[in-house]
């Protein structure tokens, strides 16, 4: 979308993603059972990071250069690995790295050039061999479904405009009901959902 290339218009995503995954992760870290019940992966960290996810994701925005577009398709990614993925939801010990790789993926997918999984690493303060094994793990994840029609690529820029647009005239403080909305609801719509914005589904992190 051309309306990504605006300077004003990325720092305004970076800032709604990260609120959403912000309360995303705490509201996955309040639920004690599912705590329990959750498998371990190789994107669990053994303590939560110090950076917040905001200060993370515009670090990545900032050194990885990459095209606009490839954060909605990391948005899109990390929707598909939570509904595929049931036993891994997004929580304060796996968000950072869940972050990194899928911008990651979607670079190498969406953009002619791109760096590669070192510079990534540093990007992301973990090693490379780390980073290695989290790409391989999150395109299983995935079940190698990268591709991202231009109608589903529409829907979840689309579904974020509307939210921004209805947290535009509040802080994010004060706008907690639009973004518990988007908690209950899906991070946006399956991938037979692209032409159709009414039928949301429950999150699935």
């Not at 070192?118 to 090693?127: C, L, R």
């Not at 391989?136 to 079940?143: E, I, P, R, T």
């Not at 009414?198 to 999150?203: E, P």
């Amino acid at each position: 979308m051309a309306e990504l290339e605006i300077p004003s218009v990325m720092p305004k995503i970076i800032t709604f993603l990260s609120s959403l995954l912000k309360r995303v992760a705490e509201s996955n870290d309040l639920n004690q059972q599912q705590l329990i019940n959750q498998k371990i992966s190789v994107f669990h960290g053994l303590t939560r990071p110090t950076i917040t996810i905001q200060s993370y994701l515009e670090r990545i925005f900032k050194y990885a250069n990459c095209s606009p577009s490839c954060f909605i398709v990391a948005y899109v990614y990390l929707d598909r690995f939570t509904q595929m993925q049931p036993s891994f939801p997004i929580n304060s010990f796996n968000v950072h790295r869940l972050l990194i790789t899928s911008v990651m993926v979607a670079a190498k997918f969406m953009d002619d050039i791109y760096y590669n999984n070192a510079y990534y690493a540093k990007v992301g303060g973990i090693t490379t061999i780390e980073m290695n094994f989290l790409e391989v793990d999150f395109l299983f994840g995935l079940g190698f479904h990268l591709n991202v029609t231009p109608n589903n690529f529409q829907a979840y820029c689309a579904h974020l405009q509307r939210e921004m647009l209805l947290m535009q005239p509040l802080n994010f403080v004060d706008s907690s009901l639009s973004l518990e909305k988007s908690l209950k609801a899906h991070l946006c719509f399956n991938e037979d959902e692209s032409s159709s914005h009414q039928n949301q589904q429950q999150l699935a992190v």
